[in-house]
């Protein structure tokens, strides 16, 4: 068997809130409740485990999504209808923008536990095809 991903806890205020926040973006749908975990399984097989966790233990974490076009598409329009500020950088400093590093596009925008979230729609060093 080769090794492969397969889960990770992701620490939040309210795992609740921040799994329906996540799966809300990206047009997934958040799984049921197991143990003191919000399961949210993306569509490699990788599943996020949102756990809370007292917030003064919480740590900035960034984590990256790779989707498609029409995917961007998709997602882009949820985080403008929800008011959500995103950024064309992880330094926070071209607000209201999207990237289009390596061909194609990315948004970046923090969760409610404050992780960086990004959504790209190339791998870096990937290149216009």
Do not use: C
Not at 20 to 34: K, Q, R
Not at 71 to 87: H, K, L, P, S
């Amino acid at each position: 068997m080769s090794v492969q991903f397969n889960h990770t806890i992701v620490p939040a205020r309210d795992n609740r809130e921040s799994a329906e926040f996540l799966a809300h973006v990206l047009g997934l749908t958040v799984g049921a409740a197991w143990g003191p975990f919000v399961a949210l399984d993306l569509s490699n097989g990788v599943t996020l485990d949102f756990a809370s966790v007292p917030a003064a233990s919480l740590v900035t974490q960034h984590y990256a999504f790779l989707v498609s076009e029409e995917e961007f598409d998709g997602i882009f329009r949820r985080i403008q209808e929800a008011g959500i500020t995103y950024y064309a950088d992880p330094h926070g400093k071209q607000p209201g923008e999207i990237n289009r590093n390596d061909g194609g596009r990315g948004v970046y925008f923090m969760d409610p536990a404050n992780h960086g979230m990004e959504v790209i729609t190339r791998p870096y060093g990937g290149g216009a095809n």
